[in-house]
Structure formats: structure tokens, C-alpha cells
């Protein structure tokens, strides 16, 4: 009894003594915070309502690697050494890099800790503007991290915590108290882990294009190794590209650990790694609905940690016209759905030189002729005559695929100047390219018909594509972008498109006959299959009457198994046609509220489809565990970065690998 | 461009305080003058339509009335206006002419009895004010605003929010000279914050400043059914609190009355039971994915004001495991069974593992204690879900402890057996709850009946045998084509329905399930009985294995505010003619920081009746 008593007053005197240190501790912290923290750019791609949880802390939980994955161990009452369950996944069974690099790769088991503080740039090439991009790309690399050190790892998510009783505190001794946290991070912010610096070099010999190309060389190496208290890495790669990958690469070997409060990395890597295919896409319509610059700028970020590398920017369609162009402000004016709802060309130079410090590049699409029609229709009043035909047509299932209607005029050569005039612009803002989108697809000739009776309408449809693709060598300084992309449809089934010039996306079934037609034929192709790639399916009809435009919804394991160039058995000649892949992302039911979920992680099931394209010898429908794994890992790197994926699983899965397959 | 910068411009330019507030004044009075003639450009059809002048569908009648925006034409246009869920009574007038106000300047007053019911319309008040100015699109002060008195009389003092409470209410605006009158009489205040409800969905923000609200409108209402719910799975994924408010936010602008708090679940144990502090220290997925008992008093209140229970699930003997594995450490012995054990396919119909052990008295202890707080932290009046659902008999089965058990007490290992076994489980339960319930609250007389899920125990054959009807309520989870909600009603038990193939919005993400649009969810009926109070409502489903807080608000919404019209006001209508409606109730859930889902372009919802 007395015995207890006494206890109890050691046990209090401990405690002042320990809330005195922790004091004096908060001054001090708060000195290094502002210091360490002090940013001159904000994060354009955070979200606005900061609606971002917290990450928790997960004190209760130890974990420890057996046979290749991590065990969840309790941790309540225990006074050993805790692993954190990132720092075990990070040091257990595979290396943890999404996409999986297609080199044999090595990590050593030994890590180290430090600080963001401690990072340090040496670039190393000859080339200026490779050198500027690289400083760039570093810039964000670097607040990625300061980001994942800086997150709010919530002590205390129970709102109630701080105002409780003590007598809950007493209850709970042993989880996580609000100065447990800040006795974590001011020691965390003192000793600044076991490195002195982290030098990362880059070197970039070969080539000093940073301009985009189906012929950019994106291999990369990297290596660290330890000399005392330094760590060097290095990444060498023959382009800017190659090399931005591997920062990517290097910023998924490093992690936050919630124990110590501090980065860590690998003391030995060595990673060698190049893509299986050069196109590896992502687009998203923002005619449908409208996306704010941020929300595109977060989802190029996350393109970005994906080693995506194309974003199809399918700007407008017959709903609505976002664009301002500089020579027909009034596409926009009578196209857009409000005036805040619009894309400046300041705005799409700023994501385009925004997606190229992450390695993307931006891909803007006009689709026509069809898929044109709001907007378009003020050409009688400037005496332009019909820019456009059939928009907004009722009954619209006569003229088009999908309400409202709208297709342009084949035979208004101010239609054609004004394509022009956009090409050119947009080009512009976009940069040199040697891959450039025409839209072309689902062409409803009855629109036409009602116009045109007299002419053979697929010839004119025809027509107006290679007319288009004029216009667009006029645009282009007079030369043609080697590849010309355009949607599958009716016309690229006939032969009268030259497939010396034009590229073709597929997005019909994955099974359909054209497949095969279109790369015996000769054309190069994009894959986007509507039954694996199209992000957009499985939300029901939008519309009262009718079947849902496709269905059901694909999920992350639909997107990773497919892959077409297998099933179809390519020939080595046919597969070279193969440029790469897409996933789509249509937004009749999708707009800013929830396109971070309906694009992540499953966006990134396909860039590693693409990047690796790992063979699967499993089952049709079952997706290794290694993958669930890494995915999981992945997706909780997104999460950390703001960008709102969607669960893989229930969250007992994520800390329990291996237990739900 | 970009109006918001407009006034700032000026301001900037002049750089003078004063000339700024004349600046003001001025453009304040060219827009209010703007607003009476020329920007007044879109016409009501009468077949529901709101049409901006240019695009005027040709054969179609218009009411000669004009309207500034399509939010404003939408106030009035159709019997319902913009009104979700539609009104039930037989008086929904609403007139064409509008007036416009600052939220700011809206004056109460309150007339109940008691001082309890009078602070809860207070708080109402506040809440009304702050959700008014979520419609501002624009400046919302106005210098010269038309005066809006609300009068709010409530019958009733009680606080009282069950099956059987009055959430009728009437609605009555009428404008005069010198102001515009708001008159609300309800039986008890939960009619009263419906009818404020209802009075949000009588304002839209204006394109020139302040908010404009119908001038005259007369609405008599109340709900079908009274369990109108949303249920919500904190376990499989932990949910934020700031989420779970946020869901409580969209289901009071829906008028939903039960969040059915299934928080508990085999993967996690999140909840603090005070008794019993094992169950979230082992059960949680980390110590900052709780919710403290502080926390879920807190969430308790915040949803009353709302007008909505909390009614937590304490799902057993199966969807349990994580959080009960202590036993055998505290010399309880084995409380859970086949916990977390693999191949899981042999134990369970879901990993992680884990059914209860209910040949143990200890875990009958524990649960009793658990109970004890869930009982403190619900009003006296409300109840408990039991769970109840998915008990895999295998498991128990293969577990040698259980089998050797059973044998001891003279039962055989057949089917039979282990249903009894399932079904006193719940009936130890039920009399823990009794004596908890009588104990606390004595006052009240009457032994609460609990809710169940549907199982194998709630099989029509022997469901007598085993679940008195007095005492427990079925929630039923199948297709809308299985008999089961029939044969139960036959049998007088009273349902709480969540039509698996309708109302499931996990569905469509995994396996061969698909997803249901809103239309589906609309469109799917309550079973039809003789006796109508049998079925108490229904509720939707929010499981949360691929779900948590990053998508929780677009998978959730606004397909449960479809099932909030189906509950509240059964209507005999189509989901077609309801859409335009339920547009515009999309768009005020955005407004209040609902990140809801969208349903359909937004060229589609521009342009009404083009896109059929």
C-alpha cells in the first residue's frame, strides 16, 4: 500500500519534471520550425478545403518481417523498440518501387535516417536547359518530401483528447499523448538523423532535348551508397526524361518514418530501369464537366509518381468549349459553361510547363468533326456562314451519339482556318511535339445528310481528316507531327487515312475484329479498351431511358490484367506498332468532387501495366500479392500527397499484408 | 472576366474608402434595377422546365412569369419547386414572385414550451442562418433588405426522437408591404428544423447580391416512414469525425432521421468503451483511429440538432474478432473464436476472421458492459442494433472448444443446435439490455425493442422459435424480389428495409455486383402492407471495405438523398419527373461542402429536357 503511494509521488515528480523539459523543448522547436519550414511557393496542387486527413500514427501496432512480409504485432505495454509498419514494409520481401523497374534491382537492408534539410543537388551536364529543367524538377521533388516530413501525423484524433479528463489520460498511458508527439518531433528536429548530407547527382550526358518525343530515351540508373555520414546517390540517364524517372523512383526509396519523425532511404541501392512502352497515357474530358487547373495540376503530380507520361487533354467537346483562344475568343464565349468555367492560354501553357517538371506531357485535343457543337454556333452572325451543324439538334438519337448534338461544317473553310488557328495556338502553349490528337470519332453522317445528301458522306468525312491534318502541318511550321493520333471508328476501318501519317487510339472491345485490321493495315496504334481502360464506366445510365453507356466498373485488377498485346499474340512487327496505352476518363458522372478517387490508384494499376508490363502467370482474375502489396504502398504515397485515391481495401488488409487474398 | 473581382477593382482604382462605398452603392442599385428587367430571361414551361428566353423549346407552353437565373426559376417551377424530398400534405403552393434579403437580417422567434425545446430551435435558427448563407453566390448583405420574421411554434415540449415521434410540420410565407412573414407550426421541434429545411430549399442565391426567397408559399408535410436512415461502416475503414459530421450535414438537408452507426465490425474495434478499454486498445487500427467516448457524445448531440438518432450496432456473435482477442491474456479464456485465421475461406465469408465464442460467459460479461455505455451514450429513448447477420456455422464448427462445449451441454452438432446456440446469444444479450435499460432508465416503461439483421435465424420457418417479434425488429438486407419481407410481415414482425439490390451503395466495385444510379435507389419501393406501422423505413448502406473518407461523400451522395425521398415521401412519381429537382438538391449539398457525386453533364442539367 505505501509501497503504491510513494510510487505514485516519484511518478509525479517525474512528470513536472518532464512537463518543465517539454517546455522549454516547445520554445526551441518552435525557433527550427519556422526556419525549416519556411516555403516561398505554395503547393498549387493541395486541395482548397484541406479536407485531408491526417495521417495516424499507429503506436499500438509493431511490426516484424517474416517470410517476405510484415507481421502485425501488438505493441500495447511494451517498452522495446517499435518498427513502424512503413519502415518494415520498406526493409521486407520485394522492393517497394511503382512501377516495378524492369532491371534486376537491389536495396539494402541497411537505412538511414535524415532530414529534408540534408538533401542537397549536384547536376551534372553540359546542357543549360536540361540543367534549368532538372533544377525544377528538384524544386518539387523536394517539397514532395518536405510534405510527407511536414504531414500532420495526428497524435490525437479524437477531437476530445486534449479537454478529457486526466483520468482518461491515466487509462492511456501507454498510447499516444499530445506530448508523447511533441517530445517525438523536437528530438526529431534536433538530431537530424544519422546522415550528415544526402547529395543526390544527376547526370545527363547524351541528349539535351527536353522537348517531348515518342523517341525520348526514358532509361535511367540510379545508385547510393554511403561514405561515413554522406550519402550520394546518383542517378545517370541519357535524356532529361530518363533522369526524371529516376527522381521519381528515388522519392519511392525514401519514406517517413512515425517512430524517430524522420526521413529515411536506403544505404545501398541500385536501380536500372526503362520503360516497356513510350506512350503510356492518361486523359481526362473537361468538356463534360469542368476541371479546375489545380485539380489537372494534382492529377499530373501523381501521373508523375507513376511514371505516366502522356496527358491527353481532351479539351472540348460538343458540350461545352472551355478554351479562350487568343484568335476566337468567341468559341469560348458561346461555348463555355460560365466565364469562370474556362481554360486561359496562360492556363494551359502553366500545366503544360507544370506537367514537363514531372516528365508529362500535355496532349490537348480538339475532337472533330464531331463531338463539336456548343460553341460553334455564332459563325452566320460574324458572316462566317455555319461554322457547325446539328448542335443541340432534337430528336438528338437521330443525329449524334449522345445529347447534345453537334458536328462541324466539312464544307466551311472557315471552319477549317479556325481548327487551324487552335492547332496553332495550342501548339504553342503545348510546345513542339511529334504526337499530336485529331479527335475524329463517331462521326453521325445522318447529321450531315440533312445537309449534304448529294455527296458520299464517309468520303467527306475522310476529307475533312486529312484537310485537318493540313491544317495542322500549316500550324505546325509545315511539318506534320509523325504521329497523328485519331479515334478508332468506321474510318479508320477503311484504308483512307495513310497509315504513314496517322496513329490510331482503339477504344473499342479489346476483342473486336479491328484490333487485328488496324496493325495489319499498317497503322500505329494506342490501346484504350473500353472493357479495361475506361475509367468512366460502371455508374449506370446518366440519362432517364436507356442502357448505361458501358459497364460495370473496372476495377484496379481489371485495369493491371489487361493486356492486350499478349492475348492477341503479337508478332514482333505488329507489337512495334503498338506505341502504348490510355486510360480514359469521361466525365459525364464525374466532376471535381470526385476525380482524384475515380482516377487513383487505378491509374496506376495501368502505368505499371505499361511501364513494366510484368508477365502474369497467375490466374486470370487473381493479382499477385506482391502487387497488392506495393499498390498499397503506393496508394498511401498519393494519400500522403493530397490526392484523394480510393481504398483498395479495408484498411486491416493494408496492415496485414497477404491476409486478405 | 471574372466578376468576383469587379467591386475590388473599383475599390483598388479609387484607393479612397469613400468613393469605394459610393461606388458600391451605385453598382448595389444598378443591379437591383437590372435584375427587375433585363437579365430577368428564363420562363417555367408547364411541363416543369426551366428555359433561358434564347432557347426556348418551340410547342412548348411557358408561364408568362420571368426569373433572373435557373436557380430561381427552379424555386417555384413544378408543384415541389426545389423542395427535397417532395412534401406529403395537401397544401404545396408556391408562388412565382420572390423577395430579396440578407440572410443576416432573417428575425426569429420562437414560441415553445419549455426551455430545452426552445434552445434546440435557438440552435436551429443558427444552423438555418449559417446553411442560407451556403446559397450566397454573391455579396449576401444587403443595405436595404426586406425584412423576414420567423415565427416558429412548436405544440410540444418533448425531446423525444423515435419511431413515434411527430415530425409533421406546416409552412407558411406570406409578404406584405413592410415584410415578409414565415410562419412554421410543428407538433414537436424535429417537424420544426424539417419545415427550416424546407425553407432553405424556398431560397437561391441571386446574380446580384443577397438571397431571394419565395414571397408566398403554403406547405403542409410529413414523412411516411419514420426510421428514414443511412448506415455507416466505421470498421472496415476508419472514418474521420469530421466525415461522419459531414454525413450527418447531407442527411439533415435530406431530412433522414437515423445514422445507423455500424462502428464496429471484425477488422476493428474503434469505439471507446470506457468499461472495457481492451476492446479499442487491441481492436483499433492505430490509437488516433478512434473515437473516444467524448467524441461519440459529442456526435450524439451534433446529430439531435439535426434531427437525426445515432443508433450504434454492436454486431455480433459474428463480424466480430479484433479488439476481443485479450481473453485468454486476462484469464477470460477464448472470447472470440477463428480469429484472423487462414485460409479464411474455412471460417469465414470475409477475412479477417472472427465469430464470437458464445459458450463463454466472460465474453457475455464484457458485451454487457459495452452495452452499458452504448446505453449512456444514446438518449434514454433509443435503442441498439444487435447485428446479428452472416454467423458462419463452419467456424464454430471447427473450432474444438466449441464443438466439445456443445456436447458437454448435451447437444448434438447439427445445424439445429448451432441456430439455438446463435439464437440465445441474442436472447442473453436482450436481457443484459433490459436489466441495463431498466436500471438507467427507469422511467421509461415499456422494454425497448432491439434490431437484427436478417440471417439464417430470421428464416420465416423458424424465426418464431427463436426471435419474439415484440422484442426484435428485422432489418432486412435481400433482393427486392426475395419473399422474405412479405413472409415476416405475415408474420407480424416489424422491418426496417435496406433492399440489398437497390440501397447497397458499396455494390458495383467488387465481385459480380453492380451499381445502382440514383434513379435505382429512387425507384425501389417498400414492401406493402396491410398494417403500415409494421414497416418502419429503410436505410441505405454504406459499407466501407473500399471506401473511406477519400470517397465516402461521392459514394454516399447523392444517391441516398434519393432513398430520403422514397422514405419520406413514397411518391407515386417517377424518378424522371424528379430529377430536375434532384439536381438542384445536388447542388445545395455541394453547397454545404458535400463533395456528392456527379450525376449527369452539366450541359444536362443547363439545359432542362434535352438530354431525355
Not at chain 1, 619 to 625: A, E, K, M, Q, S
Not at chain 2, 54 to 74: I, M, T
Amino acid at each position: 500500500m505505501s509501497l503504491a503511494v510513494s510510487l505514485r509521488r516519484a511518478l509525479l515528480a517525474l512528470l513536472s519534471g518532464a512537463i518543465f523539459i517539454l517546455t522549454v523543448l516547445y520554445w526551441n522547436q518552435g525557433a527550427t520550425k519556422v526556419q525549416a519550414y519556411n516555403e516561398a511557393l505554395e503547393r498549387p496542387h493541395n486541395h482548397r478545403d484541406g479536407s485531408a486527413f491526417p495521417i495516424p500514427v499507429e503506436k499500438s501496432w509493431t511490426y516484424k518481417c517474416e517470410s517476405d512480409r510484415c507481421l502485425r504485432v501488438s505493441h500495447h505495454g511494451k517498452s522495446g523498440k517499435r518498427v513502424s509498419f512503413i519502415s518494415c514494409s520498406m526493409t521486407c520481401g520485394d522492393i517497394n518501387i511503382w512501377p516495378h523497374p524492369t532491371h534486376k534491382s537491389q536495396l539494402s537492408q541497411h537505412t538511414h535516417s535524415f532530414s529534408v534539410e540534408d538533401v542537397q543537388l549536384q547536376v551534372d551536364t553540359s546542357h543549360r536547359e536540361v540543367r534549368r529543367q532538372l533544377q525544377l524538377a528538384f524544386d518539387w521533388f523536394l517539397k514532395d518530401l518536405r510534405q510527407i516530413q511536414r504531414l500532420d501525423y495526428g497524435g490525437s484524433a479524437s477531437e476530445s483528447a486534449a479537454s478529457e479528463s486526466s483520468s482518461k489520460l491515466r487509462r492511456h498511458v501507454d498510447s499516444q499523448s499530445p506530448a508523447a508527439t511533441l517530445f517525438g518531433a523536437t528530438f526529431g528536429v534536433r538530431q537530424a538523423g544519422d546522415l550528415s548530407s544526402l547529395q543526390i547527382k544527376i547526370s545527363v550526358h547524351k541528349s539535351g532535348d527536353i522537348n517531348f518525343s515518342l523517341d525520348n530515351d526514358e532509361s535511367y540508373q540510379l545508385s547510393s551508397s554511403t561514405e561515413g555520414h554522406r550519402l550520394l546517390v546518383e542517378i545517370t540517364a541519357n535524356s532529361y526524361f530518363g533522369a526524371r524517372h529516376g527522381l521519381s523512383t528515388l522519392q519511392q526509396l525514401i519514406w517517413f518514418d512515425d517512430e524517430d519523425r524522420l526521413l529515411h532511404t536506403y544505404a545501398n541501392s541500385k536501380v536500372k530501369d526503362a520503360p516497356k512502352f513510350r506512350y503510356r497515357g492518361l486523359m481526362l474530358d473537361t468538356s463534360r464537366h469542368y476541371f479546375s487547373v489545380e485539380s489537372i495540376k494534382r492529377t499530373i503530380v501523381a501521373m508523375g509518381l507513376s511514371k505516366l507520361n502522356r496527358f491527353h487533354w481532351h479539351l472540348t467537346d460538343a458540350q461545352s468549349f472551355p478554351y479562350i483562344s487568343r484568335h476566337y475568343p468567341e468559341l469560348a464565349e458561346h461555348g463555355a459553361y460560365s466565364e469562370s468555367e474556362t481554360y486561359t492560354e496562360q492556363d494551359v501553357r502553366e500545366v503544360a510547363e507544370f506537367a514537363k517538371i514531372y516528365g508529362v506531357q500535355v496532349i490537348p485535343e480538339i475532337d472533330a468533326p464531331a463531338h463539336a457543337g456548343n460553341g460553334w454556333d455564332w459563325g452566320p452572325k460574324r458572316g462566317l456562314g455555319e461554322l457547325a451543324m446539328c448542335i443541340n439538334q432534337q430528336p438528338w438519337s437521330f443525329y449524334c451519339g449522345e445529347p447534345p448534338c453537334g458536328q462541324l461544317n466539312p464544307k466551311n473553310n472557315h471552319t477549317y482556318l479556325i481548327l487551324q488557328r487552335l492547332y496553332e495556338e495550342l501548339l504553342q502553349q503545348t510546345g513542339p511535339t511529334d504526337l499530336f490528337h485529331l479527335g475524329g470519332d463517331e462521326v453521325n453522317l445522318d447529321c450531315w445528310a440533312q445537309y449534304f445528301n448529294d455527296t458520299d458522306l464517309r468520303g467527306l468525312w475522310c476529307d475533312f481528316m486529312l484537310q485537318a491534318m493540313a491544317r495542322l502541318k500549316l500550324a505546325n511550321n509545315g511539318v506534320a507531327p509523325k504521329y497523328v493520333a485519331v479515334w478508332s471508328s468506321a474510318l479508320t476501318n477503311t484504308k483512307c487515312l495513310p497509315h504513314s501519317q496517322f496513329a490510331v487510339q482503339v477504344w473499342g472491345g479489346s476483342t473486336w475484329q479491328e484490333n487485328y485490321d488496324l496493325l495489319d493495315n499498317g497503322y500505329n496504334v494506342i490501346f484504350s479498351h473500353v472493357d479495361a481502360w475506361y475509367l468512366d464506366c460502371g455508374f449506370g445510365s446518366w440519362r432517364a431511358t436507356g442502357d448505361a453507356a458501358c459497364a460495370p466498373y473496372r476495377t484496379w485488377q481489371n485495369v493491371y490484367k489487361h493486356r492486350p498485346w499478349e492475348r492477341m499474340r503479337l508478332d514482333k512487327k505488329h507489337r512495334k506498332q503498338v506505341l502504348g496505352g490510355e486510360a480514359c476518363m469521361w466525365t459525364e458522372q464525374v466532376d471535381e468532387n470526385q476525380l482524384d478517387n475515380r482516377l487513383w490508384p487505378r491509374s496506376a494499376a495501368l502505368a505499371e501495366r505499361l511501364w513494366s508490363d510484368p508477365s502474369d502467370d497467375h490466374d486470370i482474375d487473381i493479382v499477385p500479392p506482391d502487387v497488392f502489396r506495393r499498390i498499397s504502398l503506393f496508394r498511401n504515397r498519393l494519400v500522403e500527397l493530397g490526392i484523394r485515391a480510393e481504398a483498395l481495401f479495408p484498411k486491416y488488409c493494408a496492415q496485414n499484408p497477404g491476409e486478405c487474398i | 472576366m471574372r466578376f468576383s473581382g469587379y467591386n475590388r477593382y473599383h475599390c483598388s482604382v479609387f484607393a479612397s474608402l469613400c468613393l469605394c462605398f459610393a461606388v458600391g452603392a451605385a453598382l448595389t442599385r444598378a443591379d437591383e434595377a437590372d435584375v427587375n428587367s433585363a437579365s430577368r430571361k428564363w420562363l417555367c414551361s408547364l411541363t416543369d422546365i426551366c428555359t433561358s428566353e434564347s432557347e426556348l423549346l418551340p410547342g412548348v407552353h411557358y408561364d408568362p412569369a420571368r426569373f433572373e437565373s435557373q436557380r430561381d426559376c427552379r424555386l417555384s417551377c413544378g408543384k415541389y419547386g426545389a423542395i427535397w424530398p417532395m412534401p406529403t400534405g395537401k397544401e404545396c403552393t408556391i408562388s412565382n414572385d420572390r423577395v430579396r434579403f440578407d440572410p443576416w437580417k432573417v428575425r426569429f422567434h420562437v414560441v415553445a414550451p419549455g426551455e430545452a425545446a426552445t434552445q434546440f430551435l435557438r440552435e436551429t435558427n443558427r444552423l438555418f442562418v449559417s446553411n442560407l448563407l451556403k446559397e450566397c453566390t454573391r455579396n449576401c448583405t444587403l443595405e436595404s433588405s426586406k425584412q423576414i420574421l420567423v415565427r416558429a411554434t412548436v405544440a410540444n415540449e418533448t425531446l423525444i426522437l423515435d419511431w413515434a415521434t411527430d415530425e409533421s410540420y406546416a409552412l407558411v410565407v406570406r409578404t406584405t408591404e413592410t415584410a415578409t412573414f414565415v410562419d412554421i407550426q410543428a407538433g414537436t421541434v424535429y417537424g420544426a428544423r424539417h419545415a427550416f429545411e424546407t425553407l432553405t430549399n424556398l431560397v437561391a442565391g441571386s446574380v446580384s447580391n443577397g438571397l431571394l426567397m419565395v414571397s408566398a408559399a403554403n406547405i403542409t408535410d410529413r414523412p411516411v416512414y419514420p426510421h428514414r436512415g443511412v448506415l455507416l461502416d466505421t470498421a472496415r475503414n476508419f472514418v474521420p469525425l469530421k466525415f461522419l459530421r459531414s454525413t450527418l450535414d447531407a442527411m439533415a438537408a435530406s431530412k433522414m432521421n437515423v445514422l445507423h452507426w455500424h462502428v464496429v465490425d471484425t477488422h476493428s474495434f474503434p469505439l471507446e468503451i470506457t468499461r472495457v478499454p481492451e476492446m479499442q486498445r487491441y481492436g483499433a487500427y492505430s490509437t488516433s483511429q478512434t473515437y473516444s467516448r467524448q467524441d461519440a457524445l459529442n456526435l450524439v448531440k451534433y446529430a439531435r440538432l439535426r434531427g437525426i438518432r445515432i443508433l450504434i450496432e454492436i454486431d455480433g456473435p459474428s463480424h466480430a474478432g479484433n479488439g476481443w482477442q485479450w481473453g485468454p491474456a486476462a484469464g477470460l479464456g477464448n472470447m472470440s473464436v477463428c480469429l484472423n485465421q487462414s485460409p479464411w475461406r474455412r471460417f469465414c465469408v470475409q477475412p479477417p476472421c472472427g465469430q464470437l465464442n458464445p459458450l463463454n460467459d466472460h465474453m457475455y460479461a464484457v458485451m454487457k458492459e459495452i452495452f452499458e455505455d452504448v446505453a449512456e451514450l444514446g438518449a434514454p429513448e433509443e435503442t441498439l442494433h444487435m447485428g446479428g447477420d452472416e454467423v458462419f456455422l463452419p467456424c464454430w464448427n471447427n473450432t474444438d472448444e466449441i464443438r466439445n462445449g456443445m456436447r458437454e451441454r448435451g447437444y448434438d452438432l447439427s445445424e439445429q443446435s448451432f441456430l439455438r446456440l446463435w439464437s440465445q446469444f441474442h436472447q442473453k444479450n436482450l436481457n443484459a439490455w433490459d436489466e441495463i435499460n431498466e436500471r438507467m432508465f427507469p422511467d421509461i416503461k415499456e422494454p425497448k425493442p432491439v434490431i437484427i439483421w436478417s440471417s439464417h435465424l430470421t428464416n420465416p420457418k423458424y424465426i418464431e422459435a427463436y426471435l419474439p417479434k415484440e422484442r426484435f425488429i428485422i432489418q432486412t438486407w435481400v433482393d427486392s424480389s426475395d419473399a422474405l419481407n412479405r413472409e415476416l410481415l405475415t408474420r407480424g414482425y416489424r422491418l426496417i428495409v435496406s433492399t440489398k439490390n437497390a440501397w447497397y451503395l458499396d455494390h458495383g466495385f467488387w465481385g459480380s455486383t453492380s451499381y445502382y444510379n440514383w434513379r435505382t435507389v429512387y425507384s425501389s419501393g417498400l414492401p406493402v402492407t396491410r398494417n403500415k406501422d409494421q414497416v418502419l423505413g429503410g436505410e441505405v448502406c454504406m459499407w466501407s471495405e473500399y471506401v473511406d473518407q477519400n470517397s465516402l461523400e461521392s459514394r454516399i451522395w447523392p444517391r441516398a438523398g434519393a432513398a430520403a425521398e422514397r422514405l419520406w415521401s413514397d411518391p407515386k412519381s417517377s424518378a424522371f419527373l424528379a430529377q430536375r429537382r434532384f439536381y438542384r438538391y445536388r447542388e445545395r449539398l455541394l453547397a454545404r461542402g458535400i463533395h456528392a457525386d456527379a450525376v449527369t453533364p452539366h450541359w444536362c442539367v443547363l439545359h432542362e429536357g434535352m438530354c431525355l
